[in-house]
Structures are given as C-alpha cells and as structure tokens.
Nanobody, 123 residues
C-alpha cells in the first residue's frame, strides 16, 4: 500500500510536488518510480530511483522533474517545475523491493502502487 499526496491544478510554468509513503516497509528500502497516465493511453514512467539512490528520467521531463528521498525518513518526493499542459495526467507512484535503476518502461516490475493523484496544467 502506497499513500500518495500532492498533485493539483496549476498554470503552465508552475510547480507541484508529490510524495509517496509506503505504509509497510520503510521507504528507504524501496525501489520507487512515478508513472503518469491519460485516458486511453498506457502508463508512462517519468522518474525513478533505485535503492542506492541512482535516479533516471523520461526524456520529456529531464531538467524539469526531480525525484528525491528524504534522508531522515526515506519518504520519496517528485518535484515538478516548469509544468506544461502536456504534463496533465493522473500520476501514480510505484514501489518494488530492490533495483539498481528503476525501470520506467515496465509497470509489471512494481509490486505496490499508489491510488493516483491528478495533475492539471492549464495554458
């Protein structure tokens, strides 16, 4: 079970932040990623972080999104800057037991999913 927070509605150029707190094992033990989905499309991986702290991003968000993990409690965050209307989607966090690099093309690599939070970016 993953408990998500964040999301919302902003104008283009704005910023939002997501967090994702596993309710079971400590966050720092998880391989974590965020995916997004619009109606009628497949889930698209946007950012991920392996258990050792290596991060990776989809080309569409590089330089604008940052995934991080709180050093104190291990809670993962997805900070989104310079948002565009194309970023409008339902965002989901996902976690797996261990990975070096969080896979962004395989939803089946993840064991736990959050409930999703809506991000709407207006032009």
């Amino acid at each position: 079970q993953l408990l998500e927070s964040g999301g919302g509605s902003v104008q283009a150029g704005g910023s939002l932040r997501h967090s994702c707190a596993p309710s079971g094992a400590p966050s720092r033990t998880h391989c974590i990623a965020w995916f997004r989905q619009t109606p009628g499309t497949e889930r698209e991986g946007v950012a991920g972080m392996g258990n050792e702290g290596r991060s990776n991003y989809a080309d569409s968000v590089k330089g604008r999104f940052t995934i991080s993990r709180d050093n104190a409690n291990g809670t993962p965050y997805l900070q989104m800057h310079s948002l565009k209307p194309d970023d409008t989607a339902m965002y989901y966090c996902a976690a797996a037991g261990w990975c070096r690099d969080a896979p962004l093309t395989r939803t089946d690599a993840y064991d736990w999913w959050g409930q999703g939070t809506q991000v709407t970016v207006s032009s």
